[in-house]
């Protein structure tokens, strides 16, 4: 039953019309066979901590217009980008952006969709309500609210004058039939340079990242020893942590999608935790490889909640949650980088200038020539 | 009064007799182990610092050498650079400054971790009784001048970088061709850095360059005294801002026989050191405020060092003689 019902899509937002998303196999397939064996979308329902295989498939539950998210980067240009910007690190993440000269701005886009590069912009739903809260560094921890975008393509515009993380969080609420459909797209931004105030940067590392009062969340856990310019790379592992008003959320199941929409699933445990290795699926000819190149992963995080109660003046029996998190990779350096490269040249220097020195030095030394004095003379 | 006056000579004189070798060698010994292994502690004191606390050192690093930041800042896109931002590089920079008019050049001699190696592998050759090497006069002419070319160079292509004229590739393009880069996280176990980039022809000539350097480093420490201070940028840099510094070093010339001991145990070859008799702030651009010099002179306040004004560490007979002798007992 709620795997039918969620086939029906429950955001305030859709696909623009005209973008409308090309996933691979039918939209909505995966959750017809989840409605038929009355399991989650993909298949059987997977055990806690335990990864399902990849598939590049739109599956596990989401609607066919798909989740909503937040993008750093509009559709057609956010297929990855060398992120040239000095300014700002990752979220594992989203960089800065903004004018030059001016105050710095960031501007973030809903997205519909469950691949990062074919998700099309997000269109408002009349019937949802929505809310937008921004979690700055200077901020209360429940944040301000900020304005909905006027028009979807305008994004979601917000200053960034302090170094820290910066948090928007898009809440939307629409009620379909007897389901509370509560939809959180996350994004976190990264606001570091290499100037400024270090105590504020100090600051900014040590915030916390968590809204307390969000229906749902997923929080990016920070990789040990993670600094301000962090970047997650493909082959890391990443853990996510998925809450419910601050608490961890067990059993939710959890979608990484990779930039090319490469899909793996998972349930988190009793800590609301779950990690995925983020792949490698980057594959350019050679000549137009980018270290930099900036890929997108989206992270949709679902769960059902059997609590009644009136939205609107409308009853409903149980809740729908969904939480998104977008972020960015970049390419392995194991994958252009080379140790045996590195240390033959070196030693190979280091072999030639030392016999080079040690000649130089040979043929110099003047051959010891006794000479004697005969004093008797 | 005349009872403090002749306890502050005893200090003094205790002072001008001190082992300094010995002396310069703990302080290095704990400057080393406080910049390349503080981090471990957490200690952070910034990234203005004007030594080779590198930051390729990820995990042990206590500071940042002051010359990463400077070209990032600097490789900036030009309307940012040339906009509000630049108060945070002008900002740096006087913090900078602020590090480096406490010690002078004093951080190179007794408090930069790559100089403290390279005064390693010196012990190590002269351990193994390997005699070391100097230039003519003339090599000494022309390679003096190699730090400001760098210098400018670590200036102008991280401009052309935020002008699009480079290729971000070369970013930072000091810290890719320094040795500082390779040879400090090596002391922590991470060897990350002992390879090179194929990513893109520039990085790869970048790190190729880096790591050649480092390979003519070890072998060029290994037979010459210091042999990178004579190419370092920050040396460079350091001299320029020197005027202020409270750390100086003086001669006095009407005292000076000019024996040319000082010359003689100078790392840094710095001939001026011994003919010059007209300069009162002796310090030269190579100089990196060893104080040898000081230590190595017999004649009565010819050479000294001063802190705000105030002598530190002079010359004197005694101090030399001293000196002389322990080093005698140690040659046996």
């Given at each position: 039953m709620l795997a039918t019902l969620s086939m029906n899509g429950y955001c305030q937002y859709s696909p623009a019309?005209?973008?409308q998303l090309e996933l691979g196999?039918?939209?909505?397939a995966a959750m017809d066979r989840a409605a038929a064996s009355g399991?989650?979308?993909?298949?059987g329902r997977p055990e806690a901590g335990n990864h399902r295989s990849n598939a590049r498939?739109?599956?596990?539950?989401?609607?066919?217009?798909g989740a909503i998210w937040l993008s750093d980067a509009p559709p057609m240009r956010?297929?990855?980008?060398?992120?040239?910007?000095?300014?700002g690190g990752g979220m594992g993440g989203m960089n800065m952006g903004g004018g030059y000269g001016g105050r710095a701005m960031k501007r973030l886009w809903p997205r519909a969709g469950n691949d990062p590069q074919k998700s099309s912009f997000a269109r408002e739903d009349a019937q949802a309500s929505t809310e937008i809260l921004l979690v700055t560094?200077?901020?209360?921890?429940?944040g301000e609210p900020l304005p909905a975008p006027?028009?979807?393509?305008t994004g979601i515009a917000f200053e960034v004058p302090a170094q820290g993380y910066y948090r928007v969080y898009l809440t939307t609420r629409k009620l379909q039939g007897k389901i509370l459909n509560v939809c959180v797209a996350k994004a976190e931004v990264a606001n570091f340079g290499h100037g400024g105030d270090e105590e504020e940067q100090a600051r900014g590392m040590q915030a916390?990242?968590?809204?307390?009062?969000?229906p749902i969340e997923i929080v990016r856990e920070r990789q040990p020893?993670?600094?301000?310019f962090f970047q997650l790379k493909s082959g890391d592992e990443q853990p996510f942590v998925i809450l419910q008003k601050g608490l961890p959320l067990p059993s939710a199941r959890v979608r990484f999608v990779s930039h090319q929409g490469w899909s793996r699933e998972a349930v988190s445990d009793e800590q609301g935790r779950v990690s995925f290795q983020v792949i490698r699926d980057y594959f350019p000819p050679w000549g137009e490889?980018?270290?930099?190149f900036k890929a997108t992963y989206l992270v949709i995080a679902e769960a059902n909640a059997a609590e009644s109660g009136n939205y609107q003046g409308q009853p409903y029996t149980s809740v729908r949650y969904q939480a998104t998190l977008s972020g960015s990779y970049q390419p392995s350096p194991s994958d252009y980088m080379s140790y045996a490269w590195g240390l033959g040249i070196g030693l190979l220097i280091f072999l030639f200038s030392g016999v080079a020195v040690y000649l130089y030095r040979r043929r110099r030394v003047k051959p010891f020539v006794e000479v004697r004095f005969d004093e008797a003379k | 009064m005349k009872q403090n006056n002749s306890r502050l000579q005893a200090v003094r004189d205790a002072v001008n007799r001190v082992d300094l070798n010995s002396f310069r060698f703990w302080l290095q010994l704990a400057a080393f182990a406080l910049f390349v292994y503080g981090g471990y502690f957490a200690i952070d004191l910034g990234?203005?610092?004007?030594?080779?606390?590198?930051?390729?050192?990820d995990e042990g690093r206590a500071a940042i050498c002051y010359l990463l930041p400077l070209q990032h800042q600097l490789s900036q896109p030009w309307p940012r650079l040339f906009s509000i931002a630049s108060i945070t590089v002008i900002t740096g920079f006087l913090t900078f400054v602020l590090w480096f008019i406490f010690l002078n050049k004093g951080w190179c001699g007794y408090v930069c971790p790559l100089g403290t190696i390279q005064d390693w592998i010196t012990a190590l050759r002269r351990r193994l009784g390997i005699r070391y090497s100097r230039y003519s006069q003339s090599q000494f002419a022309q390679l003096t001048r190699v730090k400001y070319l760098l210098l400018a160079l670590m200036i102008l292509i991280p401009l052309g970088i935020g002008g699009g004229?480079?290729?971000?590739?070369?970013?930072?393009p000091f810290c890719l061709i320094c040795p500082a880069r390779m040879v400090l996280p090596m002391f922590t176990g991470?060897?990350?850095?002992?390879t090179i980039d194929f990513s893109s022809k520039t990085a790869m000539i970048m790190t190729a360059v880096g790591i050649s350097i480092t390979g003519l480093f070890l072998v060029g420490a290994f037979v010459k005294k210091r042999f990178f201070c004579f190419f370092c940028p920050m040396s460079a840099l350091h001299y320029l801002i020197?005027?202020?510094?409270l750390l100086k070093l003086k001669k006095d010339g009407n005292k000076?026989?000019?024996?040319?001991d000082c010359y003689r145990v100078c790392d840094m070859e710095i001939k001026e050191i011994a003919?010059?008799?007209?300069?009162?702030?002796?310090?030269?651009?190579?100089?990196?405020?060893?104080l040898k010099c000081v230590a190595s002179c017999?004649?009565?306040?010819a050479l000294k060092a001063t802190f705000a004004g105030i002598p530190i560490l002079e010359s004197t007979e005694a101090g030399f003689i001293k000196r002389i002798n322990k080093g005698c007992s140690d040659g046996k």
């Open positions: 019309p005209g973008k196999g039918r939209p909505g399991a989650p979308a993909g298949g498939s739109d599956g596990m539950g989401m609607h066919s217009g956010g297929g990855g980008s060398r992120s040239g910007n000095a300014r560094p200077s901020s209360t921890p429940e006027a028009e979807s393509h916390p990242r968590i809204l307390e009062s969000a020893n993670e600094k301000m490889f980018q270290k930099r | 990234s203005r610092l004007p030594l080779f606390s590198c930051a390729y050192n004229f480079f290729s971000h590739d070369m970013s930072p991470d060897v990350s850095q002992f020197s005027k202020p510094a000076c026989t000019r024996c040319g003919d010059d008799v007209k300069t009162v702030n002796i310090m030269a651009d190579d100089c990196i405020m060893c017999p004649e009565e306040g």
